[in-house]
């Protein structure tokens, strides 16, 4: 009797630290109010640049999930039915006809970086003569520690003008990929709007994994102009947020367009061509 006591006790211990360890190792808990996120410094990407150029348009990867891997980011929802800007946890879709509406957490997401984002400094950049795109990134690479790493952005500030990109929809089989779909994109212009720039920063390095430099995404105060930025005008200083980020981690689609896509095209965003949304 006393052994099998012994060995009921024993059970229970390993039982109980077995538990224990697992929620160590969980990244998020859930309580009746739902999910608690651990947040982390990584930078979240999901499905590479490489298959959404190669017209790689229908993904798994929910709201819901996204949402634990990070508060702030971009990307585009499925069958590019609108362009994502993601902001405080809440991941907005600019559709075709500039209409903005929030994410529902069953939607699903093609392609997206992600992040919690966490200042690691601040910047106040002077506009004495005006600002533009170009003259955004020139700044920024300057006053970056170093191009090696990877950064996500929340830029604010209020804006003489704005020109944002959004996507045409896709029903498969789909035969136009970005390197056509983006030079004939919708565009969406706005002024004296005051919003959020979200944007990310790769190094030269990441190849076609991701896009090359900045990529920003924006969306307004008032929720009513959104998408890819393609270019603006500034005359008022912009506060600028800047987490630098080492640890970067991208999950790949795991489904039949992805397992059978020729990843033949490359396509970058080119500088100096706004007209057509290439930076």
Request: proline letters at 3%.
């Amino acid at each position: 009797m006393q052994s099998v006591k012994i060995g009921s006790l024993i059970l229970f211990l390993f039982v109980a630290l077995s538990c224990e360890e697992k929620k160590k190792l969980d990244t998020t808990t859930s309580t009746e109010a739902g999910p608690v996120i651990e947040k982390n410094d990584t930078y979240y990407h999901y499905s590479i640049w490489w298959a959404f150029v190669n017209k790689v348009f229908d993904a798994d990867l929910s709201v819901a999930e996204l949402k634990t891997k990070g508060d702030t980011g971009l990307g585009s929802f499925n069958l590019l039915d609108g362009e994502m800007v993601m902001i405080d946890g809440i991941a907005y879709r600019v559709r075709e006809d500039g209409t903005i509406s929030e994410g529902a957490d069953t939607d699903k997401i093609v392609y997206a970086n992600a992040g919690f984002f966490e200042n690691d400094f601040n910047l106040t950049l002077e506009v004495k003569e005006g600002m533009d795109m170009e003259g955004l990134k020139s700044q920024l690479l300057d006053k970056l520690p170093s191009p090696n790493f990877f950064y996500m952005f929340e830029i604010e500030g209020l804006f003489d003008y704005m020109k944002c990109g959004g996507l045409t929809r896709q029903e498969p089989p789909f035969e136009e990929g970005l390197d056509v779909l983006i030079p004939n994109r919708p565009v969406f212009e706005g002024n004296r709007v005051s919003g959020t720039i979200v944007g990310f920063y790769c190094p030269d390095f990441i190849g076609n994994i991701n896009v090359k430099g900045f990529h920003f995404h924006f969306i307004s105060d008032d929720k009513k102009l959104g998408g890819h930025v393609m270019d603006f005008k500034a005359t008022e200083n912009i506060k600028v947020g800047i987490d630098k980020k080492t640890d970067y981690h991208f999950v790949l689609p795991d489904n039949a367009d992805f397992e059978n896509v020729s990843l033949e095209k490359e396509f970058q965003y080119k500088k100096n061509d706004a007209a057509t949304d290439e930076q």
